[in-house]
């Protein structure tokens, strides 16, 4: 077991705060003594049926907690994603029915597998409709009671939104107050979540003390960037890598890693892997493409396995590198063989967003049509038989019908 010491220099390598660090240390040395092992919460909203990257970050920090003896207590918000976390958002949330959370809760608790310990003595996974749902409508008004309107504008996103003009919604401001609250329900000693969880985050840790607990330490981990390289990864940005995403293939592990900007692998590494700055920072500025490939290697590694890894870098090299058209690229139907435009074609095989952007990629020789570039977008095709097209690096088939 590592010292106290030693735990807290591990934690900083994926901790931006932690509130307080003496606090911690008074917690995890009574646990010692003790041998009462720290309750570690971590609330996921199902707002998405996908567990990303990005949660990886702070469940990672779990993991280590739950390797030190510590049992993690997984909040499954049920009942807050009907409410919706405005964290980050320039606008309120669309709600979600209760069947769609409910079908995405089942995948969460069936993913956090691949990075926690599962076993009831590491593991204790909690619905925080339990609690949440039994309250009647004075409850929540006693509830709200706690906090001012004041209070609630200095988180950045709402002071942001109402300095802009824009909407805020009372049911969002009652978001932080039902995240807080599920800290009193579980006796949280310790709360994990992303940097922009702060504020809710110490809400929590304000009604413990006020309910005459020992307040909670909250621990905040830096935001993974998205694959567009500028947002925070996110459901609904769509800019996030799954980790049941599959080791290769049009929306594969290993194809991501691959198109994330090199200025991003610093923190990839940092956060996703335990691999020391030295094994990677020489590597990422010598040979960034390098780095990619060992960290999608890496990646698939832990969340399928090595030969899956493998497999993955020999699939886009052959794809990529040799230019070979991958076997489950999708089927675009066409009616009949031709003649077609293909800016058209394009859009409708998802390629391009639109006409004006396919005539500019087929201008910029971005666009291949059965292995050969074409750089013409007013020529006519037909078809008498399925052919690859591709744009960059996504592919299709086209499939014509018949006449």
């Known amino acids: 077991m590592p010292t106290i010491d030693d735990q807290l220099r591990m934690l900083s390598r994926r901790c931006e705060r932690i509130l307080s660090e003496s606090d911690l240390r008074s917690k995890l040395t009574r646990s010692a003594a003790t041998g009462n092992p720290l309750r570690i919460k971590l ?12 949660h990886c970050v702070p469940l990672k920090v779990v993991r280590q907690f739950q390797e030190w003896g510590h049992k993690a207590v997984l909040i ?8 919706g976390d ?23 608790v069936a993913q956090v597998g691949k990075v926690l310990l599962t076993d009831p003595k590491h593991l204790e996974v909690r619905y925080n409709g339990e609690w ?5 409508l004075v409850d929540i008004i006693r509830l709200a009671g706690r906090a001012t309107v004041a209070q609630m504008l200095t988180r950045e996103d709402f002071a942001k939104r109402y300095a802009d003009g824009t909407e805020i919604r009372l049911h969002e401001i009652l978001y932080p107050l039902l995240q807080g ?13 992303g940097s922009d969880q702060l504020f809710n985050n110490l809400v929590g840790r304000e009604f413990q003390k006020e309910e005459g607990k020992d307040g909670q330490v909250v621990v905040v981990t830096p935001l993974l960037v998205g694959t567009d390289g500028v947002k925070k990864m996110s459901k609904s940005m769509g800019n996030y890598i799954a980790i049941t995403d599959p080791p290769s293939g049009e929306k594969g592990i290993f ?28 590597l990422i500025h010598s ?21 899956d890894a493998e497999a993955a870098e020999k699939a886009f090299v052959e794809q990529f590198s040799n230019k070979q058209a991958p076997t489950d690229m999708p089927e675009v139907p066409l009616d009949g063989p031709g003649p077609f435009k293909l800016p058209p074609l394009l859009v409708k095989a998802g390629l391009a967003a639109s006409n004006g952007e396919a005539v500019r990629k087929i201008k910029e020789g971005a666009v291949e049509v059965g292995g050969e570039r074409v750089t013409d977008h007013v020529k006519e095709w037909s078809f008498t038989q399925p052919v690859a097209v591709r744009l960059g690096r996504r592919w299709a088939k086209l499939v014509p019908g018949r006449s």
């Open 43 to 54: 609330g996921m909203d199902p707002t998405a049926p996908d567990v990303t990257l990005g």
């Open 76 to 83: 499954i918000g049920d009942y807050t994603a009907r409410v």
């Open 86 to 108: 405005p964290t980050g958002r320039n606008k309120t949330r669309p709600q979600l029915t209760g069947e769609e959370i409910d079908s995405n809760a089942k995948t969460y």
């Open 132 to 136: 949440l749902a039994k309250m009647g």
């Open 181 to 193: 609250w599920d800290s009193v329900m579980i006796d949280a000693d310790v709360e994990m979540g």
């Open 255 to 282: 194809g991501k890693v691959m198109s994330l900007p090199d200025a991003l692998m610093e923190s990839y590494y940092t956060l996703l892997t335990d691999l020391p700055p030295g094994e990677f920072q020489p």
């Open 287 to 307: 040979s960034p493409r390098d780095a990619k490939v060992r960290l999608a290697k890496h990646l698939i590694s832990w969340l399928h396995s090595p030969a």
